[in-house]
């Protein structure tokens, strides 16, 4: 069972940064595919960026790509989301999920099977 705690969210202005972390137990970490998703009440959870367990792919949202970066740190079992240029439609609870199935490329939130309690992130103009 891998349990998964996020940190790092906050309130900035327009144009700042968060760099949103996830430390994960219970599992192996480096066989772990990572994903950062986001949820505003009443919406559907959306992808964000993933991380494949070799740490050798990354895939990006559209909103994402250009702006933010995603790492892991396989000695710290930590996944991490660099927020740059951050705008305020990017306010959110932003979620670490984890699939130990060894399955890359997925957006869907279905095939995450461990969940972070979420961090919220408020961006204001």
């Known amino acids: 069972q891998v349990q998964l705690v996020e940190s790092g969210g906050g309130a900035v202005q327009t144009g700042g940064s968060l760099r949103l972390s996830c430390a994960a137990s219970?599992?192996?970490?480096?066989?772990?595919?990572m994903a950062w998703f986001r949820q505003v009440l009443g919406n559907e959870r959306e992808f964000v960026a993933s991380?494949?367990?070799?740490?050798?792919?990354?895939d990006y949202s559209d909103s994402a790509r250009g702006r933010w970066a995603i790492s892991r740190d396989d000695a710290k079992n930590s996944v991490y989301l660099q927020m740059d240029s951050l705008k305020p439609e990017d306010t959110a609870v932003y979620y670490c999920?984890?699939?130990?199935?060894?399955?890359?490329?997925?957006?869907?939130?279905?095939?995450?099977?461990?969940w972070g309690q979420g961090t919220k992130v408020t961006v204001s103009s």
């Open positions: 999920a984890a699939d130990d199935r060894r399955h890359y490329g997925s957006r869907s939130f279905l095939e995450f099977d461990y």
């Open positions: 991380i494949s367990w070799s740490g050798k792919n990354r």
């Open positions: 219970g599992g192996t970490f480096s066989e772990l595919t």
